[in-house]
């Protein structure tokens, strides 16, 4: 089945940065959007970023615009997430999800089939 794993993720300080990776196998990659999700304790799973199978359009939720950037390599497989100006607030697990839509971004979390394990961030202050 479709397996996706994150890496990257880490203990920061406030105003560092943090690269996370998320690999996919047995996926149709370049046919896939693909998104990072966010899960804070005691807080609903909100989709931080997501990005078409092209590359071509991008989604951020508003409190990250400007300091979070995703990107795909569909060579490998591969969907990136780097987070610079860490803010305590971005503390949470980050989980890769992966859907077939077409030119269509999601959201929200119902509209992804395929979900990685999580990866923790903690950015102390």
């Known amino acids: 089945q479709v397996q996706l794993e994150e890496s990257g993720g880490g203990l920061v300080q406030a105003g560092g940065s943090l690269r996370l990776s998320c690999v996919a196998s047995r996926l149709t990659f370049s046919s896939a959007t693909m998104s990072w999700f966010r899960q804070a304790p005691g807080k609903e799973r909100e989709c931080v970023a997501a990005?078409?199978?092209?590359?071509?359009?991008?989604y951020f939720v508003d409190s990250v615009k400007g300091r979070f950037t995703i990107s795909r390599d569909n060579n490998k497989n591969t969907v990136y997430l780097q987070m610079n100006s860490l803010k305590p607030e971005d503390t949470a697990v980050y989980y890769c999800a992966a859907a077939y839509r077409g030119l269509r971004i999601g959201s929200r979390s119902n509209e992804y089939d395929y979900w990685g394990q999580g990866t923790q961030v903690t950015v102390s202050s």
């Open positions: 990005i078409t199978w092209n590359g071509g359009s991008a």
